[in-house]
């Protein structure tokens, strides 16, 4: 990221601090010096903090690690008018995201090593946030030849993936998993049996039937989980379900991590906020894959949080162009922009006592964090002072207008929340205020 700011040492004085990394939820005085933190407080002398540090009163608000968005999809390169890596990154930080992770499928694939160091040099330069990569787990997500996976880890991909693309070949799954296994790399895959969804634009049942839409049936998603996990089981790959949508595709990742088997898995904050009736008149922003369940659906991706089965929530950031989206349901693209949501739909779920604070926090930063081995996601002393400053009981309505992403594709046009993110440090710099 660039240095919009330069600022002197900071001190957050008075937060209620959350962190599930070390089960803080408590009154601190964080501190930070050189973007780390340096130490946090239950009290520190006023005389000291005046002398030394700028303070930041931060009474009545909550200081949280700077979210980790583990799926999101940017247009660079090769469709900016959707979206930029500055774009994206002006979003992710008004959101209260402080870094995000590329998908690999832009225009070209990310699927060797100068292209991930393309990102990486142009996010280095321009974005206000981190911005990590995911390679392409084949050449160009066709499916048919692995990518040079550790040459790319060793240019700076920390997964890989086949974005949204289905890895039908079984035999080229083994051999990623096996391969990736040697150098501690994680395999993320879309679960989806492509000949089983296809053709299929919302979930499959009474409500598709009553709207005269054709259908994706869930055992589309739990098959393929069900084939990957026995690949792992032969392979000890390092593996990881990036978007659950049913009962049981979480179901089965909970028997899974009981058995032992080295998996974690994600789902997207419309699969835990959102179920199918929302589409109500044939919404398109509503058209994701994967689609919405039933609300039965939604709660066991909640109840998946909350007992540990579900490690990360992304947003499934999607930036489309109205072009993209203007059209009859069945013929419009899939996907909705969320950085700017993420953090304020999940907080629908804490204000309803679905979920714990704490719980958001271990799925948006402590979780990802450690799956990519990233020194943030935490406010542990010696950490990136990656951090975001919410006030969680502020009402505000989501107006599309107002979105800094290029697209404005939101699943949450006009929604009502409560709670929002005031001010973004990356590496103890403000990149974000709200207003």
Same mark, same amino acid.
């Given at each position: 990221?660039?240095?919009?700011?330069?600022?002197?040492?900071?001190?957050?004085?008075?937060?209620?601090?959350?962190?599930?990394?070390?089960?803080?939820?408590?009154?601190?005085?964080?501190?930070?010096?050189?973007?780390?933190?340096?130490?946090?407080?239950?009290?520190?002398?006023?005389?000291?903090?005046?002398?030394?540090?700028?303070?930041?009163?931060?009474?009545?608000?909550?200081?949280?690690?700077?979210?980790?968005?583990?799926?999101?999809?940017?247009?660079?390169?090769?469709?900016?008018?959707?979206?930029?890596?500055?774009?994206?990154?002006?979003a992710a930080v008004a959101g209260g995201v402080t870094t995000i992770i590329t998908q690999p499928d832009t225009n070209p694939v990310i699927d060797d090593i100068a292209l991930v160091d393309f990102i990486t040099r142009s996010a280095g330069a321009n974005a206000v946030c981190n911005v990590k990569v995911m390679g392409a787990l084949t050449k160009g997500l066709a499916g048919k030849e692995m990518s040079e996976l550790r040459l790319m880890r060793e240019a700076g991909a920390v997964a890989f993936t086949n974005c949204k693309r289905p890895l039908t070949d079984a035999r080229i799954m083994r051999r990623a998993l096996s391969y990736a296994r040697d150098f501690d790399g994680l395999v993320i895959h879309h679960c989806d049996e492509p000949s089983l969804s296809e053709?299929?634009?919302?979930?499959?049942?009474?409500?598709?039937?009553?709207?005269?839409?054709?259908?994706?049936?869930?055992?589309?998603?739990?098959?393929?989980?069900?084939?990957?996990?026995?690949?792992?089981?032969?392979?000890?790959?390092?593996?990881?379900?990036?978007?659950?949508?049913?009962?049981?595709?979480?179901?089965?990742?909970?028997?899974?991590?009981?058995?032992?088997?080295?998996?974690?898995?994600?789902? @997207?904050? $419309?699969? !835990?906020?959102?179920?199918?009736?929302?589409? &109500?008149?044939?919404?398109?922003? +509503?058209?994701?894959?994967?689609?919405?369940?039933?609300?039965?659906?939604?709660?066991?991706?909640?109840?998946?949080?909350?007992?540990?089965?579900?490690?990360v929530v992304h947003s499934d950031h999607t930036p489309r162009d109205v072009d993209m989206k203007r059209h009859p349901f069945a013929d419009a693209s899939n996907g909705a922009v969320g950085l700017e949501s993420l953090l304020a739909a999940l907080l629908r779920l804490v204000h309803n006592d679905d979920l714990d604070l704490s719980d958001l926090i271990r799925v948006t930063a402590n979780n990802p964090a450690n799956l990519i081995a990233q020194q943030s996601g935490t406010i542990k002393?010696?950490?990136?002072?990656?951090?975001?400053?919410?006030?969680?009981?502020?009402?505000?309505?989501?107006?599309?207008?107002?979105?800094?992403?290029? @697209?404005? $594709?939101? !699943?949450?046009?006009?929604?009502?929340?409560? &709670?929002?993110?005031?001010?973004? +440090?990356?590496?103890?710099?403000?990149?974000?205020?709200?207003?």
């Open positions: 990221m660039n240095q919009p700011f330069t600022r002197p040492p900071l001190a957050f004085v008075d937060a209620r601090v959350v962190d599930p990394s070390q089960n803080l939820d408590d009154q601190r005085t964080v501190l930070v010096e050189d973007g780390k933190i340096k130490a946090i407080e239950a009290h520190v002398a006023p005389s000291l903090l005046e002398a030394e540090y700028e303070i930041i009163d931060c009474r009545d608000k909550v200081l949280i690690p700077g979210l980790i968005d583990f799926q999101v999809r940017t247009g660079e390169p090769g469709s900016e008018h959707e979206e930029t890596l500055v774009s994206a990154s002006q053709g299929g634009v919302m979930n499959e049942g009474e409500m598709a039937t009553r709207l005269g839409l054709p259908g994706i049936p869930k055992i589309a998603e739990v098959i393929m989980l069900e084939r990957d996990l026995r690949l792992v089981e032969i392979t000890g790959g390092r593996y990881h379900a990036a978007s659950l949508s049913c009962a049981e595709s979480v179901n089965l990742i909970r028997q899974a991590k009981k058995r032992g088997l080295n998996v974690t898995a994600g789902a @997207s904050v $419309n699969n !835990a906020t959102l179920n199918e009736n929302d589409i &109500g008149s044939y919404r398109t922003f +509503f058209k994701l894959s994967p689609p919405l369940r039933l609300e039965e659906d939604r709660m066991a991706v909640v109840e998946g949080i909350k007992d540990g089965t579900i490690d002393k010696g950490a990136n002072a990656d951090l975001a400053l919410l006030d969680i009981d502020m009402p505000w309505i989501l107006d599309e207008a107002g979105l800094k992403s290029f @697209s404005k $594709n939101t !699943a949450f046009e006009g929604a009502r929340f409560t &709670g929002r993110c005031i001010q973004t +440090f990356v590496d103890g710099m403000e990149v974000y205020r709200l207003g």
